[in-house]
């Protein structure tokens, strides 16, 4: 199985970029996706694409990504692979390391993931 991350990644530019925890909150915080973790995951995903964008970097330029995940289950990998593949080429994801945690700051929120970037 694919899993949407590299085990490492060589970076090189002048500017790092370090993205706090981004959550299924969208403008509103509302909370995006309910109970699914792959639909949370997703609205993550574009949190930190709006979040990196806002740099004046794309998602390409993320070497790494640390992710939270509410009560962890290897079941839950897939969900979070597939939203990872929609957002990163194949070609050169960035690093990941995947945590389970037992709760998030807020009680509905699935998923958190945190990034790193380095811009040219």
Avoid: C
């Avoid at 996706?33 to 990196?52: F, K, P, Y």
């Avoid at 709760?103 to 945190?114: D, K, R, S």
């Amino acid at each position: 199985m694919q899993h949407g991350f590299s085990q490492v990644v060589v970076a090189s530019g002048r500017k790092m970029v370090f993205i706090s925890g981004q959550t299924a909150w969208d403008i509103r915080k509302k909370t995006v996706g309910g109970d699914s973790l792959l639909e949370q995951a997703r609205q993550a995903l574009r949190n930190v694409q709006a979040a990196i964008e806002a740099t004046g970097g794309t998602l390409k330029d993320i070497v790494s990504l640390r992710i939270y995940i509410v009560n962890y289950q290897p079941e839950n990998a897939e969900a979070v692979s597939i939203a990872l593949q929609e957002f990163f080429s194949s070609e050169n994801p960035p690093a990941s390391t995947w945590i389970g945690v037992s709760a998030l700051a807020v009680p509905e929120f699935l998923i958190e993931i945190e990034a790193i970037a380095v811009l040219d």
